[in-house]
């Protein structure tokens, strides 16, 4: 089995990273908050926190 990254969304930086950013549809806050770090895929998300909240959490992640 062939696994790649979900490249849809919008890119977001975090920590010289690029994440991809997919809002919940309908909903005014939160998504799905994607990335690869040091091999490890690493994903957010959350229907109560804004986008910025979450890039905030995600940027914050060492």
């Known amino acids: ?3 790649k990254f979900d ?6 930086e975090l920590n010289r990273l ?6 919940w549809s ?5 998504g799905f908050l994607r990335w690869i770090q040091d091999d490890t895929y690493v ?3 959350s229907g109560e ?3 910025n909240e979450m ?4 940027k914050s992640m060492k």
């Open 49 to 51: 926190l804004s986008k």
């Open 18 to 23: 690029d994440a991809r950013f997919i809002p």
């Open 26 to 30: 309908g909903h005014t806050s939160g």
């Open 43 to 45: 994903e957010l998300d």
């Open 7 to 12: 490249t849809s969304g919008e890119i977001i």
């Open 1 to 3: 089995m062939d696994s």
């Open 55 to 58: 890039i905030k959490i995600a």
